[in-house]
């Protein structure tokens, strides 16, 4: 399990890996950390519990359950996991119950009919913030 300090602490400025074949000609160590960016970056949510390969397991993506979300929330005293990169019909969708996949780019590459969308964070009354969201349909140009 990942805390906040250890995403912290990983190399910035590089591209990761791409293609796992890429990581077969690193050393050990940093084999294991471009693993850990890739996951970081493309890894999905599902409503399967566990971790697990997706479909795009030859580019190292992975796949992760509700539980997994939980225990990453709770390690680091989160409460709610904020993400992008997947297209949504609806621009978000909470993925898991604290867990929250948004996108804004609408009609994604110009055929996914998807709405795009933002999440606003607002203060509520105990003093936490809460999500809500604002959806756009693609401008016709």
Request: aromatic residues 8%; proline residues 6%.
């Amino acid at each position: 399990e990942l805390s906040l300090q250890d995403i912290a602490n990983l190399p910035r400025g590089g591209d990761p890996a791409t293609d796992l074949r890429d990581l077969e000609r690193l050393p050990e160590a940093e084999a294991e950390v471009q693993r850990l960016i890739v996951d970081l970056l493309w890894a999905d949510p599902r409503g399967k519990t566990g971790y697990g390969p997706s479909y795009r397991v030859r580019k190292g993506c992975y796949i992760f359950g509700p539980d997994v979300t939980t225990a990453f929330l709770r390690k680091n005293q989160l409460r709610l996991m904020i993400r992008s990169h997947e297209v949504k019909v609806q621009g978000y969708e909470w993925t898991h119950s604290d867990c929250i996949t948004v996108f804004s780019a609408p009609n994604y590459l110009g055929h996914a009919r998807n709405k795009g969308a933002v999440v606003k964070l607002t203060l509520n009354e105990e003093g936490h913030l809460t999500p809500s969201f604002i959806t756009y349909e693609p401008q016709v140009t």
